[in-house]
Antibody
């Protein structure tokens, strides 16, 4: 069965960077796109960007363009999201989600809590 | 930046039918926006329900349906159940990026 398993919670200081991983299993990793979405405490979902796991093409939300990098390692069937120059407002749950054929968002990771605090 | 608007909250009684909508600041929502709908309960990750306007995931209950209605994407719950109490988010494709709506908190 398809699973997206994310790395564990992180606590970072302002100005630092964080990298969150999303390990995929149960399907051919390079056949789908992986998206990253975040949710601040008590707030809605916010789309950050995507990576085509087959050809590494990426697109980012304008809001995060300057600070986010999404990569993948096909040998590990894992996608990564790195967010730099962290601020307290970046404290949020970060999710990865799979987009399969037909523009379908189907499977989601369990989420990774990133806390930014001095 | 495109803004996607949903009703902030709706309240329904069990067994009723309710329609949630999703509008884009760029104009009428069409099938080319590939509307997706997800459900999120407190403390849980979102769960996908509908993709490409009206297609259901294999696990989506039959009472959920998606459509285009009056220039908006719509999610209809026919015969609402108590377990449908959750936040519902629409997601629209805009060019080469995706944008979430603010979410609708459905109280049953």
């Amino acid at each position: 069965q398809v699973q997206l398993v994310q790395s564990g919670a992180e606590v970072k200081k302002p100005g630092a960077s964080v990298r969150v991983s999303c390990k995929a299993s149960g399907y051919t990793f390079t056949s789908c796109t992986i998206h990253w979405v975040r949710q601040a405490p008590g707030q809605g979902l916010e789309w950050m960007g995507w990576i085509n796991a087959g050809n590494t093409e990426t697109r980012y939300s304008q809001k995060f363009q300057a600070r986010v990098t999404i990569t993948r390692d096909t040998s590990a069937s894992t996608a990564y999201m790195e967010l730099s120059n962290l601020k307290s407002e970046d404290t949020a749950m970060y999710y990865c989600a799979r987009q399969s054929g037909g523009s379908a968002f189907d499977y989601w990771g369990q989420g990774t809590l990133v806390t930014v605090s001095s | 930046q495109t803004v996607v608007t949903q009703e902030p909250s709706l309240t329904v009684s069990p067994g009723e039918t309710v329609t949630l909508t999703c509008a884009s600041s760029t104009g009428a929502v069409t099938s080319g926006y590939f509307p997706n709908w997800s459900q999120q309960k407190p403390g849980q990750a979102p769960r996908a329900l509908i993709y490409s306007t009206s297609n259901k995931q294999s696990w989506t209950p039959a009472r959920f349906s998606g459509s285009l209605l009056g220039g908006k994407a719509a999610l209809t719950l026919s015969g609402v159940q108590p377990e449908d109490e959750a936040a519902y988010y629409c997601l629209l494709f805009q060019g080469d990026v995706w944008v979430f709506g603010g979410g609708t908190k459905l109280t049953v």
